[in-house]
């Protein structure tokens, strides 16, 4: 009798490299006075990598603060936040507890900000521009309570723009979805698209990440999962690669997450045990800059290759049900 073949198990460098000098960027970095620096939204703009990340006040509330660099790696903080609550208007009415985790997409020149706006009637996402980073325009309010997580995919797709959404639900639950528009505003047709996994490390909640990053095989998206231990969630990030021309269809889920809190910075801190990304960029060089806050804490770097996070997708795949 032949014995059942064994599966067989390779020992991989981890694919998403750590820079060596995380945490990028700390609150004593900050030049007023915030708690955390963390889930920044990034983009290339002019010869430099800006990043907008979400600052937590004394008081409990989050902000948005504004970085530049030169390498990706080492950024000056402007002295003034970006954003704050808006006071008047009906911004006002919706963000007043707090604007939190911002993602940024360039089309056509306009830098587009989705951000979460929360206050007593729940938390919705809210679209902000910007054109050069020095001042910002609320546009509009592009959804209902409750939904987080939102991103836009760079592009057109038949003249219309897609974007990924969260709905806040446990029915679903807490699943990926994509919805369309003819401007931005008006977002609809919306369809799931990708659901946790049960008894799998995504399984209590999944959410996208960065702003989809382009490559010749699909779109490459960074998404966060959720696990429920005995000692509270644990925040990891997966990837996935959606179809280029209709990236509501899912060409490849990788099946193992690409990064789990590890660092000191990452296992303790305001929440523990949480890798959380709104923010990527590409290198120029076949790879990406990922940038994640560790513990609702501090901002993180670390780099990976795009082919590796795409053969992840295609050749070690979960259903993305
Ligand atoms: C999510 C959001 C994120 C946060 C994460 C971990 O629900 O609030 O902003 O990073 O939890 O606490």
């Known amino acids: ?24 960027l700390t609150k004593e970095d900050i030049p007023y006075p915030v708690e955390t620096v963390h889930n920044a939204g990034i983009c290339r703009y ?99 309570s409750d939904m987080r997580n939102v991103v836009i995919f760079p592009g057109r797709f038949n003249g219309r723009y897609a974007r990924l959404d969260r709905p806040h639900s446990e029915i679903s639950p807490w699943s990926v979805w994509l919805s369309w528009s003819p401007d931005l505003i008006h977002w609809g047709e919306s369809e799931v698209v990708m659901k946790p996994v049960t008894y799998h490390w995504d399984e209590s909640k999944i959410g996208p990440g960065p702003t989809p990053i382009r490559t010749e095989h699909g779109w490459l998206c960074i998404y966060h999962g959720v696990f429920e231990t005995m ?42 045990n949480v890798v959380f990304s709104c923010g990527a960029v590409e290198d120029g060089n076949g790879g990406i800059i990922l940038y994640w806050g560790g513990a609702d804490t501090v901002m993180c770097a670390g780099t990976a290759n795009i082919d590796d996070l795409v053969t992840l997708c295609l050749n070690n795949k979960r259903a993305p049900f």
């Open 46 to 144: 002019k010869d430099c990598i800006i990043m907008l990340f979400r600052s937590h006040l004394r008081n409990g509330r989050s902000i948005i603060g504004i970085a530049d660099s030169e390498d990706g790696f080492n950024f000056s903080v402007r002295p003034e936040p970006f954003m704050v609550p808006a006071t008047q208007g009906v911004f006002a009415d919706y963000e007043a507890f707090g604007v939190e985790d911002p993602r940024i997409c360039c089309i056509d020149g306009d830098y587009l900000i989705t951000y979460s706006a929360y206050s007593q009637h729940g938390v919705r996402i809210a679209l902000a521009k910007t054109r050069d980073f020095e001042s910002v325009e609320r546009v509009s309010l592009i959804s209902q």
């Open 231 to 272: 000692d509270g969630a644990v925040y990891r990030l997966g990837v996935a690669l959606h179809d280029l021309a209709n990236p509501a269809k899912i060409i490849g889920v990788c099946d193992e997450w690409i990064l789990t809190p590890e660092d000191p910075w990452e296992l303790t801190g305001y929440v523990h």
């Open 1 to 24: 009798m032949t014995a059942p073949a064994k599966p067989v198990l390779y020992k991989t460098d981890p694919v998403v490299k750590r820079h060596a000098g995380n945490p990028i």
